[in-house]
């Protein structure tokens, strides 16, 4: 699924477009807005990190994702190691 598709129902899940409030107003929500905006942001996420996996592609390069938190994460591209490369398909992209 391409990111603008995943965008796309991000949107269809969040039409209200909750992501935009700032955090206050999103900690008065109901619960039911709250499962609107979280479900919307997650999927915006996802939608980020395909994109930046296709870049990363591109680039023949791996991505390394450090937990900070339940919500965060630090990422570094990087050279695959050995064993990877020798998985990846031959051909340019």
């Known amino acids: ?14 039409p209200d477009q909750l992501w935009r409030l ?3 107003k ?5 619960p039911e807005k709250r499962a ?9 996420r996802h939608a980020s ?3 930046k996996l296709n870049e990363l592609l591109l680039l ?3 991505l390394l994702i450090t937990p900070l938190s339940s919500n965060s994460t630090a990422d570094l591209y990087v050279d695959p190691p050995a064993e990877h490369e020798k998985l990846r398909p031959k051909f340019d992209y």
């Open 1 to 14: 699924m391409t990111p603008e598709r995943i965008e796309k129902l991000a949107d269809l899940a969040d």
């Open 36 to 44: 609107q905006l979280d479900t919307g942001i997650a999927l915006r």
């Open 26 to 30: 999103q900690g008065e929500l109901s």
């Open 22 to 24: 700032g955090w206050e």
């Open 60 to 62: 023949r390069k791996s």
């Open 49 to 51: 990190h395909i994109r």
